[in-house]
């Protein structure tokens, strides 16, 4: 989802990454680098671009929650050639590199705070599993609390009004489903597949709009 704000030589994106998904935003940063947008102010929920077609830039993400010493360690990456890319984000140090044809990929690794890292990971784990189990819970309930509502009640409006919020509870738990699977393969040494919010939330949204619809047609008397 993209919003050209700025004018022809400005982009501003609106792309949603967790704590977890630095991988997906180094993909995403250096394939709008290829075609042109170099990055000059990055959030986790919006991300705003210059075009400037002369130059390409390799990224990388450092995840590094306490710096003892934060002056020595900016000092390290700018003597090692990389540029510091403004960011929002507290545990992400982005950083740049000019792409020069035929250089190595060595030189754009960046040392990366391992325990750190593994401890987020190991947090985001257990924070998502715990809604996930909530989610197990609370939605096999509401399933029974509606289906014996609607059979001592017999109501047509139950049915096709509450049927709803267990979808959409139920869509809620997918996409948990889906960052705790992440998180356990990035635990094990691999690499996520990159998660689409925006599908989720327009599929949430034309629930909910249907369900109005539904409501509405109800009280006048149409279905």
């Given amino acids: 989802m993209e919003k050209n704000s700025f004018?022809?030589?400005m982009k501003k994106r609106h792309s949603v990454y967790m704590s977890w998904e630095f991988d997906a935003a180094v993909d995403d940063l250096n394939k709008m680098?290829?075609?042109?947008?170099?990055?000059?102010?990055f959030s986790r929920f919006s991300q705003t671009y210059v075009y400037d077609p002369d130059v390409r830039y390799r990224y990388q993400i450092d995840y590094a929650e306490n710096i003892s010493d934060p002056v020595r360690y900016s000092e390290a990456f700018l003597d090692s050639g990389w540029l510091w890319v403004r960011s929002s984000t507290q545990e992400w140090k982005i950083f740049a590199?000019?792409?020069?044809?035929?250089?190595?990929e060595d030189a754009y690794l960046i040392y990366t705070d391992d325990r750190s890292k593994k401890e987020m990971l190991r947090r985001s784990r257990r924070f998502v599993g715990a809604v996930l189990?909530?989610?197990?819970i609370i939605i096999p309930y509401m399933i029974f609390s509606l289906a014996r509502d609607w059979f001592f009640?017999?109501?047509e409006d139950l049915a096709s009004v509450e049927i709803w919020t267990p979808i959409l509870l139920g869509i809620a738990a997918y996409m948990f489903l889906r960052w705790y699977i992440s998180v356990r393969r990035m635990e094990k040494g691999k690499k996520p597949r990159r998660f689409h919010y925006f599908a989720y939330v327009a599929v949430s949204i034309a629930v909910i709009i249907i369900s109005m619809g539904s409501i509405l047609l109800n009280f006048f008397g149409v279905i």
Avoid: D, L, R, V
């Fill in 7 to 9: 004018g022809e030589n």
């Fill in 33 to 41: 680098s290829e075609q042109g947008w170099q990055i000059t102010e």
């Fill in 97 to 104: 590199k000019p792409c020069i044809p035929g250089q190595p």
């Fill in 133 to 136: 189990i909530m989610y197990a």
């Fill in 153 to 155: 009640s017999h109501s």
